[in-house]
Structures are given as structure tokens and as C-alpha cells.
Nanobody, 118 residues
Framework: QVQLVESGGGLVQAGGSLRLSCAAS????????MGWFRQAPGKEREFVAE????????SYADSVRGRFTISRDSAKNTVFLQMTSLKPEDTGVYLC???????????WGQGTQVTVSS
């Protein structure tokens, strides 16, 4: 059984920073990719960033590139999202996802709320 547990969300003023963590257990070592997605009220879930577990290659949504950094700690099966220069439009529930096959996310955490005030 795979479990993904996020932490690190909260309330921050525009321009501030937050660091999210996602700890994976169970079959996590089988993930090809791990990523972060977000969902704002009334909107669909959108891709934020992902990392290819073995190689460490990363990719980002255009809206966060240059402000957010995804990283991983392979020894601890943990992925991080360092968010800087936060904007009110970054507000939403941030979900950690795991993909057993590249690009196919079918394991999800419960989500952590990020609220950026103007």
C-alpha cells in the first residue's frame, strides 16, 4: 500500500516563501515520477512541477518556473517543493502525486492548503 503524506502548507503574504514536503511509503521506490499539482476553488487540478525519480530531471509549469524548485531525497523517499515569490494566484490545495509509469499519476496525497494573501 502506497501512502503519500504532505506537509508544510500555510498562510503567507505575497512575496513570501513556503516549503512543502511529501513523504512516500510502501511501494514508493517503484515510482518513475513524483510531482506536485494544485487545485484552486472552482478550478481543475493543474500541474505544478515534477521530478524523474532516478535521474532527478525536473520540469515546471510556466506559471511557476523560476519561482518554485522541486527536489527529492531518495534515501527518505521524500519530495520537496520550495516556493518563493508567492503570488495570490498560487493559492490552492497542493497535492503530491506518484506515477508508477512515466506521466501517469495514480497515487495521491491528501493535500495541503497554501493561501497567499495580497
Amino acid at each position: 500500500q502506497v501512502q503519500l503524506v504532505e506537509s508544510g502548507g500555510g498562510l503567507v503574504q505575497a512575496g513570501g516563501s513556503l516549503r512543502l514536503s511529501c513523504a512516500a511509503s510502501g511501494r514508493a521506490f517503484s515510482f518513475q515520477d513524483m510531482g506536485w499539482f494544485r487545485q484552486a476553488p472552482g478550478k481543475e487540478r493543474e500541474f505544478v512541477a515534477e521530478v524523474v525519480w532516478r535521474s532527478g530531471l525536473t520540469s515546471y509549469a510556466d506559471s511557476v518556473r523560476g519561482r518554485f524548485t522541486i527536489s527529492r531525497d531518495s534515501a527518505k523517499n521524500t519530495v520537496f517543493l520550495q516556493m518563493t515569490s508567492l503570488k495570490p494566484e498560487d493559492t490552492g490545495v497542493y497535492l503530491c502525486g506518484g506515477a508508477l509509469f512515466s506521466g501517469r499519476y495514480n497515487y495521491w496525497g491528501q493535500g495541503t492548503q497554501v493561501t497567499v494573501s495580497s
